[in-house]
């Protein structure tokens, strides 16, 4: 069964740095990962879908890349903006089964 | 606009009672799913259906039904067998549950409150 781990749990840095959230999965045979915001009190935002045949996908300022073998993702964030300040939730299927989610990262941005 | 609609926003329930959670979706999507959020923690599968009048149980199933009686509609009671359903649940859907067709896009959550 797929299982999926983020860390660290919390993150602050000040404005205009740059950044990297990490995802780790157990089941390399992945269909799908995708990286979500949440603010708080509110539902998922989807922002980048990567595709099991894909490496990574560019978004803006968001960069997500996919490494199958080693069983992680990350999602980096350039120029960091307080705007930036919420949950990032990674999430991943294999198989026929639904999405599966970490626990998420909650990032602040420091002005 | 094309989308997820959860209805109400907030909810509160008082014990022993049952309460369903609406969820809408005008996307022409096939699969739909309940998930819940506790505090500090990532979401977790309640039920999911991948066509109509078909459904699955998730992780967490115990103490909650739903029903899919139409394409756009996959209502959640939350029943009073359930012991702790303070929570905030959400709503997704997606083309298929399987293979690449699984991009999900949520609604924005219903609030639930045991008083």
């Known amino acids: 069964k797929q299982e999926v781990t983020q860390i660290p749990a919390a993150l602050s840095v000040p404005e205009g740095e740059n950044l990297v959230l990490n995802c780790s999965f157990t089941d390399s045979a992945i269909y799908n990962l995708q990286w979500f915001r949440q603010d708080p009190g509110k539902g998922l935002t989807s922002l980048l879908l990567i595709q099991s045949s894909q490496r990574e996908q560019t978004s803006g300022r968001l960069n997500a890349s996919l490494d199958k073998s080693s069983g992680r993702s990350t999602l980096y964030i350039a120029a960091s903006q307080p705007g930036d300040s919420a949950t990032y939730l990674c999430a991943a299927n294999s198989g026929n089964t639904p999405l599966v989610f970490g626990k998420g990262t909650r990032l602040s941005v420091i002005a | 606009d094309g989308g997820i609609t959860q209805s109400p926003k907030y909810l509160f329930r008082k014990e022993g009672q049952n309460v369903t959670l609406s969820c809408e979706q005008n996307l022409n999507h096939d699969a739909m799913y309940w998930y819940r959020q506790d505090p500090g923690q990532g979401l977790r599968l309640i039920y999911y259906s991948q066509i109509v009048n078909d459904f699955q149980k998730g992780d967490i199933a115990e103490g909650y039904s739903v029903s899919r009686e139409k394409k756009e509609s996959f209502p959640l009671t939350v029943t009073s067998a359930q012991k702790n359903p303070t929570a905030f649940y959400l709503c997704?859907?997606?083309?298929?549950?399987?293979?690449?067709?699984?991009?999900?896009?949520f609604g924005q959550g219903t609030r639930l409150t045991v008083v």
């Open positions: 997704a859907s997606s083309i298929g549950t399987g293979g690449l067709n699984t991009e999900a896009f």
